[in-house]
């Protein structure tokens, strides 16, 4: 049973900040994986994909990696912006998604 | 840009009464899932469906729960006998391939009074 553990829980930075958000996974034998952003209250806004042979993927000021093989991805915020607020979710893919309790990130100006 | 839609956006409904959430995917996927996100939780898997069946389902979606793609663009679920523990955000998915991208809704908010 695939078990998702991100962390930090929370993290509260000034503006401009590089940001580092952590995921890790416990069944690798994943097709890939997603990174979603959800605001209070809102839906999931699909942010990265990452196929399980890449190693990288970049959108933006987002970057996400993934080392498949130890069950961990990361996600990378450049230049944290105030709009960047909001609950960072991974999600492992085998054969549906199963998501991360979250990182929720707050920016300030 | 195609996206997957769900109405109604938020329904109150009293306890004991049948729901229907109802979801219109992307049109050229196959696959099809809802999740739950009770406040405060996380995003929990309810059930997938492909070739009109459910392929997958978590001990959560019990015998409360159905699921129908009733024509060629909706895709519905029911709960029989809501209960105040269904109180939750439903959001459904969609991808073509098991590879590929999920798309989701934007949810519907049950509320069981």
């Known amino acids: 049973k695939q078990e998702v553990t991100q962390i930090p829980a929370a993290l509260s930075v000034p503006e401009g900040e590089n940001l580092v958000l952590n995921c890790s996974f416990t069944d690798s034998a994943i097709y890939n994986l997603q990174w979603f952003r959800q605001d209070p209250g809102k839906g999931l806004t699909s942010l990265l994909l990452i196929q399980s042979s890449q190693r990288e993927q970049t959108s933006g000021r987002l970057n996400a990696s993934l080392d498949k093989s130890s069950g961990r991805s990361t996600l990378y915020i450049a230049a944290s912006q105030p709009g960047d607020s909001a609950t960072y979710l991974c999600?492992?893919?085998?054969?549906?998604?199963?998501f991360g309790t979250g990182t929720r990130l707050q920016v300030f100006p | 840009e195609p996206e997957v839609t769900q109405t109604p956006s938020h329904q109150v409904t009293q306890m004991g009464q049948e729901v229907i959430l109802r979801c219109v995917p992307i049109s050229n996927h196959l696959y099809f899932y809802w999740y739950r996100q009770i406040l405060g939780q996380k995003v929990e898997f309810l059930v997938s469906f492909y070739n009109n069946e459910i392929s997958e389902k978590s001990e959560i979606f019990d015998d409360q729960f159905s699921v129908e793609r009733p024509d060629g663009s909706n895709f519905t679920l029911k709960i029989r006998s809501t209960k105040l523990e269904d109180s939750a955000m439903y959001f459904c998915?969609?991808?073509?391939?098991?590879?590929?991208?999920?798309?989701f809704g934007q949810g519907t908010r049950l509320t069981v009074v």
């Open positions: 998915a969609s991808r073509t391939l098991m590879n590929t991208e999920a798309f």
């Open positions: 999600a492992p893919n085998t054969d549906k998604l199963i």
